[in-house]
């Protein structure tokens, strides 16, 4: 089916938790979801903060224990239908990495934005459109939302196209982030969702 990339910086916060809940949330359609880290820890397990947030989500212990952090590198980058980076900086580090990839990649506030401004009916249109298979379908939704880029009004501080980083940082931190990750990925959920069941 299709594949999703989630990025961010040291692959035991941010990433994880997106990745972990985009697993758990399209699970009907058996996508490969993964994450990586641009300057990731070496095989580090998620914080014991992301794991306790994770499993109040509704993401398996097996799944929240199981992560390890890895870092990103161009072959990450190759095949994945949609590439959704936890900050801007993230997303600059991917398409410096690899430029061909800019038109599928997004912070995942952004793509949540622009998909909010995508009616149902688009996406479900560009997802027949795209064929039967569930990679096709994906990359046909993900252009339909890509296509509001430039029409879409941009935030008033480019920093809500951000989520905060709570690594090593207060309880609450770890809060704030995940109201921030949480909307986004249900829009994710939404979009991809659509893609699938569209006929």
Same mark, same amino acid.
């Given at each position: 089916?299709? #594949?999703?990339? @989630? ?21 009907? !359609? ?29 993401? @398996? ?9 890895? !870092? ?9 239908? $949609? ?7 993230? %997303?600059?580090?991917?398409? #410096?990495?690899?430029?061909? %990839? ?5 912070? $995942? %506030? #952004? ?14 249109? +560009?997802?027949? *459109? ?7 379908? +994906?990359?046909? +939704?993900? *252009? ?24 090593? %940082?207060?309880?609450?931190? !770890?809060?704030?982030? +995940? ?21």
């Amino acid at each position: 089916m299709f #594949e999703i990339l @989630t990025v961010c910086t040291g692959n035991v916060c941010r990433s994880p938790l997106a990745q972990t809940l985009l697993s758990t949330r399209l699970a009907a !359609y058996a996508p490969f979801v993964h994450s990586a880290g641009t300057q990731g820890l070496d095989d580090a397990p998620m914080t014991a903060e992301t794991q306790r947030l994770a499993l109040a989500l509704g993401v @398996t212990a097996d799944a929240a224990n199981g992560h390890r952090s890895r !870092y990103l590198t161009g072959n990450d980058l190759r095949s994945p239908d $949609l590439i959704l980076a936890m900050s801007r900086e993230h %997303r600059r580090r991917v398409v #410096e990495i690899a430029p061909g %990839r800019l038109r599928s990649a997004f912070t $995942l %506030r #952004e793509f949540a934005r622009l998909a909010t401004d995508t009616p149902d009916s688009e996406i479900a249109t +560009a997802s027949v *459109a795209g064929g039967a298979d569930g990679r096709a379908r +994906a990359r046909a +939704a993900v *252009a339909a939302v890509a296509a509001h880029r430039g029409i879409s009004p941009p935030p008033a501080d480019p920093a809500e196209d951000d989520i905060i980083d709570p690594y090593r %940082r207060s309880w609450e931190t !770890y809060q704030l982030s +995940a109201s921030q990750l949480v909307p986004a990925v249900d829009q994710v959920v939404r979009v991809m969702s659509i893609a699938m069941t569209a006929s």
